[in-house]
C-alpha cells in the first residue's frame, strides 16, 4: 500500500460511512436549447467589450465604421477573412514588429458563448489566423454570427472537437494587480469590440 493510499484509507476510516453520492446529473451539449445573442451581447457589455449589433447586410458598413472611429490605419486581417470586410487591411502573413504597430486586427470566430460572454477563436481556422495575430495588438474586432452563439460552455465543447488550438475570449486582457485594481491589455488587446450579425 502506497503512503497516498493508507491516508485515504485513514480519511474514509475517520469519516466511518459510505461515500456520500455524488450528483451526476451534469449539463450536455443541446440540453439548453439554442443560444441566445441577447444575452451573449449583454455579457460581452458586463467584460466591457464594446458590442455592435447590426443586421448581416450592414456588416461591412460596421466593420468599416468601427475601424474609422478607433482611427486605425494599420489593419491586419485574418488572411481567410472576406476581402469585403476591410479591403485595405494587410492579410499576408506578418511578424511581431508589424503586430506591435498594428492598430488594429480583424478575426473571425468559431463559436461564442451565450452564458459567459466569451468567443472562442479556433487557430487553425484562415479567418481567425495565428494565436500572435490576436494577442499581441491593442485593439481586436471580431465578427460573430448570430448563428455561432451557443447556450453555454458545454455546447461550446461540442461545437470545438476537432479543434485543436483555441483561444477562449471574454473580454478585453485583464488583471487586478495585489490591491484589487484591474489592469487591461497585459496579456492581449486591452479593447476587444465584437460585431454581431443577426
Known sequence: MSARDEVLARVRRAKGSAAAPVP??????????????????????????????????????????ALRERGARLVVAAPGTPPEWAPDATRTPVDVATLERADAVLTACHVAIAETGTIVLDHDAADQGPRALTLVPDYHLVVVRASQVVAGVPDAVAALADVRTQTWISGPSATSDIELERVEGVHGPRTLEVILTT
Not at 460581452?44 to 466593420?63: K, Q, S
Open 24 to 65: 451526476r446529473d451534469y449539463r450536455a451539449a443541446g440540453s439548453r436549447g439554442p443560444g441566445d445573442p441577447v444575452l451573449f451581447a449583454e455579457r460581452l457589455r458586463d467584460y466591457r467589450a464594446r458590442v455592435r449589433v447590426v443586421p448581416a447586410d450592414d456588416l461591412v458598413a460596421a466593420v468599416a465604421a
